[in-house]
């Protein structure tokens, strides 16, 4: 099976930064895009950041400029540089995955991560 583990978050203060990392393993061919979502309590989960297999990227207009993702083919990994950081910032951030797992199968997964908590204190 895939899994995704997030790892990364914490507490840090206004204008500080964090990088999240999140890695996937298990039976893996292909990845396709990565992404990484955040969601505060009682909000609705937010696309934060998206880079996809030929390393184009898009962001959510509330992190441009300040956060930046990038992935690792050979280590199955994605990341999430985050700077000047806002409490506004603060929240859950989630990892995704979507990618192939067999040589016959084409079929694409999704899969997603349990989360890393991001708290930025004002």
């Known amino acids: 099976q895939v899994r995704l583990v997030e790892s990364g978050g914490g507490l840090v203060q206004a204008g500080g930064s964090l990088r999240l990392s999140c890695a996937a393993s298990g039976s893996i061919l292909s990845i396709k895009d990565m992404k990484w979502y955040r969601q505060a309590p009682e909000k609705q989960r937010e696309l934060v950041a998206i880079?996809?297999?030929?390393?184009?990227?898009n962001y959510a207009d509330s992190v441009k400029g300040r956060f930046t993702i990038s992935r690792d083919n050979a280590k199955n990994a994605v990341y999430l540089q985050m700077n000047s950081l806002k409490p506004e910032d603060s929240a859950r951030y989630y990892c995704n995955m979507n990618m192939r797992i067999g040589v016959l199968d084409f079929r694409l997964y999704d899969y997603w991560g349990r989360g890393t908590q991001v708290t930025v204190s004002s």
């Open positions: 880079i996809y297999d030929d390393d184009s990227t």
